[in-house]
């Protein structure tokens, strides 16, 4: 019986080992994807901190909805009101993730002038709202885009007490602004909990940290804060979430140009 | 019985007050304008001070929505129309369909410099000729949300431009009578409609629209020495369309318009189109400065008597966001009419001071318009504006 149980030990230890790096690097990315899903709708308030290496402050709020998709060849849908400061309230942004190497697609509504424009989504390299996340920070992650390799296991640098997956993912798309992203996902709930972005010299340029999570509908974990420190410039955006609603009925013709106006008001 | 009342405002008005949203909001804004030189023959100032305050109230209610901007113009000289209420209207949704009653400001067209196909609104020019802003169309208007686009239908309430008093540049050399004519089916009770469907499919953005009522760009008759607005009855056939790929727009606008009075005051029917181009270019200097390249071409089939000035011109003109926390940008453009190889300049620069409050100048120099029959009337209108807004 001993050598029967130790067989099969053997077996199934054998089967993990057998499994690469990259394998594991992108069933935990994979995992950590499939447990967010189904949330259907979501939304929320923002508040964008922006700071210079001086310590000057300036302040961006705004609303958000993100829509599922569920079809895996499209992305999710998502719309962002600004609310402050208040020369630019109602400005309205709305993005259709697109899967790699397809450029999402996005349209600008101005309010002064009453117009929905369709706008060039190739910058992904370019700041959001000038803050510290690039457009490329802000979308999800789609395992078709990179490459994930999983390097270690080790203290979650968020605390302490999680252990985190520490994954490399290399992007496929050569329009990225990073060489590669090293994960810190923790092996409790599969959550993102830090992310260090490299740019193209290799250089670490970014460090992105995840604050204070909760759960909501028993299911779906969302940060509270995201800090975002630009290692090169001193300079830092923290963005804060709040008013979490999900699942409130919200159809994809929402997500159509011509509602921007409607989600401005 | 205190108790009672008491029961009764948190039994029946608090779940009312808390299904209410109600927001408040506007801006005040300060403007100067310096013009350059003198107009011969005239009296008119060559600075011009005003005060916009502006004031919005929204309130939502269950499926309702009601909007009320209004704004308060005042000037030194004094404008001529110093109140309006450019969005005031009751909508609301139900199934499939939008509805939306009162005026409202509606934008179709694609361009960035000229939009022959956005026909909806009249103008106000009481800031001067140069300083057209839509003026609140009253309507009713209806949406259904169609697998092809979107359908919008619009019954229009007549509505006229209003044209600059004596003293305001800039403008033509004859002053403008407060009458206005119509002709050819025109009138001031004659109720308009437009149509249009718009959408997208993958990189190409469209719209198709058409338009039956009062044109927006009447003869300017000389009646006793004053300038005398005239309208006609007009169609109208749109199409609008972008292309966008990676950091390239391609755009393009295309009318054919049936009854328009031409600029020396006949009738006629014309196809007009405006082809633009837009490439960006991010991340300039190696730093976070987008930089946009933008031309576009206009032309007119009645050639140099369009009512336009647009005939056979062409925009070229650049536009650089700097992304930083101040939201900074300006733009430069220049115009070129290739009949007369006649120019105007304007160059545009915007920022935030003091995180609250929105500033900027605008610059507009014309070159050689003299013989240019549209724009002669500018020749001598270089000026400066510079501005400030505080918005709450």
Same mark, same amino acid.
């Given at each position: ?13 054998? /089967?993990?080992?057998?499994? %690469? ?41 705004? @609303? ?52 929905? @424009?369709?706008?060039? %989504? ?50 496929? /798309? ?39 999570? /909760? ?51 | ?121 009249? !103008? ?239 610059? !507009? ?21 510079? !501005? ?5």
């Amino acid at each position: 019986m001993i050598k029967f149980l130790l067989f099969f030990s053997i077996l199934f230890s054998g /089967n993990i080992f057998a499994q %690469s790096n990259e394998e594991k690097g992108l069933s935990i990315v994979q995992k950590s994807i499939d447990l967010d899903k189904g949330f259907v709708d979501v939304s929320s308030e923002g508040v964008m901190i922006l700071k210079d290496k001086s310590g000057n402050e300036s302040e961006r709020k705004f @609303k958000s909805l993100t829509f599922e998709e569920l079809d895996e060849n499209l992305g999710n849908k998502g719309i962002i009101v600004f609310t402050t400061p208040r020369d630019i309230r109602g400005t309205a942004l709305l993005t259709h993730d697109n899967i790699e190497p397809k450029d999402d697609d996005q349209w600008l509504y101005l309010p002064a002038l009453k117009r929905v @424009k369709r706008i060039s %989504s190739s910058n992904r390299t370019g700041k959001f709202v000038s803050s510290e996340f690039s457009y490329e920070d802000l979308s999800t992650d789609e395992p078709k885009d990179y490459i994930f390799t999983w390097i270690e296991d080790s203290v979650c640098p968020t605390n302490e007490a999680l252990m985190c997956h520490v994954i490399e993912a290399k992007p496929k /798309n050569k329009k990225s602004g990073y060489s590669k992203r090293i994960i810190f996902i923790d092996d409790q709930f599969f959550r993102y909990q830090k992310v260090s972005f490299f740019n193209r010299r290799g250089d670490l340029e970014k460090e992105l940290s995840f604050i204070g999570y /909760n759960q909501y509908l028993d299911k779906f974990w969302r940060a509270d804060i995201l800090e975002m420190i630009n290692i090169q410039t001193g300079k830092s955006t923290s963005l804060q979430w709040s008013n979490y609603q999900f699942k409130q009925g919200l159809e994809l013709s929402d997500f159509d140009p011509e509602k921007l106006k409607n989600a401005s008001r | 019985m205190k108790l009672i009342i008491l029961i009764f405002l948190l039994v029946i008005v608090k779940p009312v007050l808390a299904e209410i949203y109600t927001e408040q909001y506007g801006s005040i804004k300060l403007t100067g304008t310096s013009f350059f030189q003198d107009v011969p023959t005239d009296n008119r100032n060559n600075t011009k001070l005003e005060t916009d305050i502006e004031y919005n109230f929204y309130l939502e209610k269950d499926t309702i929505e009601i909007k009320l901007q209004s704004k308060v113009k005042l000037g030194n000289p004094a404008l001529k129309n110093q109140f309006d209420f450019n969005e005031a209207y009751i909508s609301g949704y139900r199934d499939n369909f939008d509805y939306l009653i009162g005026n409202n400001i509606i934008f179709w067209g694609k361009s960035e410099f000229f939009n022959p196909v956005d026909i909806i609104n009249s !103008y106000d020019f009481s800031r001067g000729l140069n300083k057209g802003e839509k003026i609140g169309q009253p309507m009713i208007n209806i949406k259904r949300y169609l697998n092809i686009g979107d359908l919008d239908l619009y019954l229009l309430y007549p509505t006229k431009n209003i044209y600059p008093s004596n003293e305001i540049r800039s403008q033509i050399s004859f002053n403008f009578d407060n009458y206005s004519k119509y002709s050819n089916g025109a009138s001031n009770s004659n109720i308009g409609y437009g149509l249009r469907v718009s959408g997208y499919k993958g990189d190409v953005d469209y719209g198709f629209s058409l338009y039956k009522g009062n044109s927006k760009d009447p003869a300017i008759n000389i009646i006793n020495s004053k300038a005398v607005p005239n309208y006609s009855e007009i169609d109208q056939l749109g199409i609008d369309l972008q292309i966008t790929k990676d950091s390239h727009l391609y755009k393009g606008e295309f009318i054919y318009r049936s009854d328009q009075y031409d600029v020396n005051g006949s009738l006629s029917n014309y196809f007009a189109s405006n082809l633009g181009y837009e490439k960006s270019f991010f991340g300039i200097f190696q730093k976070n400065w987008d930089l946009s390249l933008l031309s576009e071409y206009t032309y007119d089939s009645r050639g140099r008597t369009s009512h336009t000035g647009f005939q056979n011109d062409i925009f070229l003109g650049t536009s650089l966001s700097l992304n930083n926390i101040q939201d900074t940008q300006s733009r430069f453009i220049i115009i070129n009419d290739i009949d007369r190889q006649t120019r105007s300049l304007n160059f545009s620069f915007e920022s935030r001071f003091f995180s609250i409050i929105r500033g900027g100048l605008e610059f !507009y120099y014309p070159l050689n318009l003299d013989n240019d029959l549209h724009n002669s009337s500018f020749k001598d209108e270089a000026n400066v504006t510079i !501005y400030s807004k505080y918005s709450f």
